[in-house]
């Protein structure tokens, strides 16, 4: 998802952003207590405040899928009589996606190429064409929002259908199957703009 307002994040490279997206979700999977999460969670939250409610409103949006996995997990630890260790995780795998989030919607996918291309110099160096890890890497990033929305749609229409039931795993095979159609788009148009030979170009 792109965000829907220019914020201070947009300008600010992406090296740098991806940067420091490494360092905070190693961070977080250091931080075992449950306040520190917490903590976590709350500066991330102030992330999305900082550019106003309507750029929060849209990354609270696309993060609505995430639930669906939090309150599985959530589950489990609750049936396994885990629960505080079942909250660290759950709230560790919020701020991680929302931290994603965050880096994709304030960054173009042409920027994020770059960072990955310069990153991978050494691997020209001894011969290997490094465009199809770039761009696999990049797609990979992009395309979590982008499922995300999708899987919220999903479930909204499931449940104007079937107010009674929740979508959860209902939604699961039609979801696969838009993701299989985004990447048939994505490799046609790949293959239009020859595919993923050095020469080639966005």
């Not at 903590?39 to 669906?68: I, S, T």
């Not at 309150?71 to 049936?79: F, P, Q």
């Not at 011969?127 to 929305?149: D, K, M, Q, Y």
């Not at 909204?156 to 979801?175: D, F, M, T």
Request: proline share 4%; hydrophobic share 55%.
């Amino acid at each position: 998802m792109n965000s829907p307002v220019e914020t201070v994040f947009h300008r600010w490279p992406a090296g740098l952003k991806l940067a420091l997206l490494c360092v905070s979700g190693t961070g977080l999977f250091m931080v075992a207590s449950l306040a520190g999460q917490l903590v976590a969670l709350g500066l991330v939250a102030a992330l999305y405040a900082l550019p106003g409610a309507r750029f929060a409103r849209a990354g609270l949006a696309a993060l609505r899928p995430v639930a669906l996995f939090a309150a599985l997990i959530a589950a489990w630890h609750v049936a396994t009589g885990t629960l505080a260790e079942g909250a660290v995780i759950v709230l560790r795998l919020l701020s991680a996606v929302a931290l994603a989030n965050l880096v994709t919607m304030t960054t173009r996918l042409a920027d994020m190429l770059a960072v990955l291309h310069w990153l991978t110099a050494p691997l020209r160096w001894i011969g290997l064409n490094t465009r199809p890890l770039e761009l696999a890497i990049s797609l990979v990033i992009r395309f979590i929002p982008v499922l995300s929305e999708k899987g919220a749609a999903l479930a909204e229409s499931y449940r104007a259908r079937s107010p009674r039931r929740r979508a959860g795993w209902r939604i699961a095979a039609p979801l696969a199957g838009l993701a299989l159609d985004d990447a048939d788009h994505v490799a046609e148009a790949l293959r239009a703009r020859g595919g993923l030979s050095e020469g080639a170009r966005k």
